[in-house]
């Protein structure tokens, strides 16, 4: 784990009265977020649960200016926002698009692809919470394999596995990619405070539960994040020009404790559980090998 080497502000810029579900893990995160990225941020934010978190208009809690967009949109607006402030001759602001998986995996990932391939000037954030969680629990290509969703129903749960949105990412040879949770604030604030200083194309990807989605205790919602990086099925890492650390390096919780407390998987077989115990391995060792790389 990343020692702690600056200070973490004291302020949070993220308001009070947000709109969020109660249990909701992306208010945490915009907040971790922006305490990273400080006030000379803007916010693109195409739709999903963030459209709603954010407040009704005229009202809107993120505490920095933020702009709605089109879902399939939010990379593109992006680096249009910064062309133009780049015009007005202000190098200071950061542009961060704020996309949920839905609207990174799948229906914004043309412009996300474009935007990397342009090495744009700007950090899009996926905060991943597994589902299209707005529009009513519907399986995206992040969806984990074998998991409950209103469209992926227990009599046909999701087949596939998760698209590996990290790797696919880092195959446009961006200068940073990296993996982020709740569960792990200092990792998490550390990484906005190192992306924001990089110029080029960032990639952030955080894992959000969603306690109406995942069928958990909303009380248990940073548990169950850090569940997710202990059982090694969402590892901390950077990817930096191409090298990759780990930033924490032990795995030594069975995937079944991360299950167990999930309502999406409670359909589980003990012969699917050591399947994906398998696959996690399998990624993990993957994951560690690459470390070795130079
Ligand atoms: C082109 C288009 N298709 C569908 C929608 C409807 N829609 C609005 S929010 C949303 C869910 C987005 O899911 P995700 O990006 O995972 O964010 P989450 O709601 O989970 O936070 C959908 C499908 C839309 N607004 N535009
Ligand atoms: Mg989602």
Not at 15 to 34: D, N, T
Not at 60 to 85: E, F, K, N, Q, T
Not at 201 to 216: E, N, S, V, Y
């Amino acid at each position: 784990m990343n020692k702690r080497i600056f200070e973490i502000p004291e302020e949070d810029i993220l308001c009070k009265g947000h709109m969020a579900c109660i249990g909701c893990g992306v208010p945490l995160a915009m907040k971790f977020m922006l305490k990273g990225l400080g006030r000379k941020t803007i916010l693109v934010v195409p739709a999903s649960c963030n459209s709603v978190i954010d407040g009704t208009y005229p009202f809107s809690a993120s505490g920095v200016p933020l702009v709605h967009v089109p879902i399939a949109a939010a990379a593109a607006i992006a680096s249009g926002i910064r062309a133009g402030l780049d015009m007005i001759g202000d190098i200071e602001t950061t542009v961060a698009a704020w996309a949920g998986d839905g609207g990174t995996y799948d229906i914004g990932f043309q412009a996300l692809s474009g935007a990397s391939e342009r090495n744009e000037n700007i950090i899009y954030v996926c905060y991943d919470n597994e589902a299209y969680m707005n529009t009513g629990i519907h399986r995206s290509s992040a969806s984990p394999f074998l998991a409950w969703t209103t469209t992926t129903p227990l009599s046909s749960p999701k087949n596939v596995p998760k698209k590996n949105i990290d790797f696919i990412m880092a195959e446009h040879k961006i200068p940073y990619i990296a993996t982020a949770s709740i569960a792990f604030p200092d990792d998490f604030i550390k990484k906005f405070a190192t992306a924001k200083n990089i110029r080029g194309m960032r990639f952030i990807h955080i894992l959000i539960p969603c306690q109406a989605g995942w069928k958990t205790n909303p009380s248990k919602t940073v548990k169950i994040a850090r569940l997710a990086v202990q059982t090694g099925i969402f590892p901390l890492f950077e990817i930096k020009s191409g090298k990759i650390t780990l930033n924490y390096n032990e795995k030594d919780v069975p995937v079944e404790e991360y299950f167990k407390l999930q309502g999406r998987f409670s359909h589980l077989k003990k012969k699917d559980i050591i399947n994906i115990q398998r696959d996690v391995d399998r990624n993990w060792k993957r994951i560690i090998k690459l470390t070795k790389v130079v």
